[in-house]
T-cell receptor, first 112, second 112 residues
Framework: DAKTTQPPSMDCAEGRAANLPCNHSTISGNEYVYWYRQIHSQGPQYIIHGLKNNETNEMASLIITEDRKSSTLILPHATLRDTAVYYC?????????????FGAGTQVVVTP | EPEVTQTPSHQVTQMGQEVILRCVPISNHLYFYWYRQILGQKVEFLVSFYNNEISEKSEIFDDQFSVERPDGSNFTLKIRSTKLEDSAMYFCASIQQGDTQYFGPGTRLTVL
């Protein structure tokens, strides 16, 4: 699976959009970008995933650049409960049963 | 919404003792996983399980570890002779069919 690079931390004001970047410059054509988050000491929680088109669900939006070398997770209106570590993970579409390989992620702190 | 459950939430044991961590995956899910997270470190894959056998295991998953699906609902992780370094959060996850992994809340294992 391609390697991902994320900033170690970022702050966000409550009510504002949080834009979380992820670089995956070695991504291949059949690798998906997944985002999970982990609220302190809880189990990781799935947020969203995509291949090349932008995706949106009730939690977030995922913007993938045209060359697919980077992506941005957008939390449109951050709340205090969004404080968590956010993980960007790249994995093959043919490996949807396989293990998730977590990196260090981005620690997001939402402040009042 | 169905969820993965884990028991106990916290287990304290003496070094050298056997422990069994229990998970109840989501009922129609087919693949099951164990991950662990040592305090302050990344979430690490231990093992995946499908059709009553191990699909993949990591280097961490040595002979001291075993997994079992003793009935139609439970999925267990056994550590035969615990070491101090086994102290961690242990997360169970399950997946239906090429879908996203759903994680349980975790069991905190403390080895004294």
């Amino acid at each position: 699976d391609a390697k991902t690079t994320q900033p170690p931390s970022m702050d966000c004001a409550e009510g504002r959009a949080a834009n979380l970047p992820c670089n995956h410059s070695t991504i291949s054509g059949n690798e998906y970008v997944y985002w999970y988050r982990q609220i302190h000491s809880q189990g990781p929680q799935y947020i969203i995933h995509g291949l090349k088109n932008n995706e949106t669900n009730e939690m977030a939006s995922l913007i993938i650049t045209e060359d697919r070398k980077s992506s941005t997770l957008i939390l449109p209106h951050a709340t205090l409960r969004d404080t968590a570590v956010y993980y960007c993970i790249v994995r093959f579409s043919t490996d949807s049963w396989g293990k998730l390989q977590f990196g260090a992620g981005t620690q997001v702190v939402v402040t009042p | 919404e169905p969820e993965v459950t884990q028991t106990p939430s916290h287990q304290v044991t003496q070094m050298g003792q056997e422990v069994i961590l229990r998970c109840v995956p989501i009922s129609n899910h087919l693949y099951f996983y164990w991950y662990r997270q040592i305090l302050g470190q990344k979430v690490e894959f231990l093992v995946s399980f499908y059709n009553n056998e191990i699909s993949e295991k990591s280097e961490i998953f040595d002979d001291q570890f075993s997994v079992e699906r003793p009935d139609g609902s439970n999925f267990t992780l056994k550590i035969r002779s615990t070491k101090l370094e086994d102290s961690a959060m242990y997360f169970c996850a399950s997946i239906q069919q090429g879908d996203t992994q759903y994680f349980g809340p975790g069991t905190r294992l403390t080895v004294l």
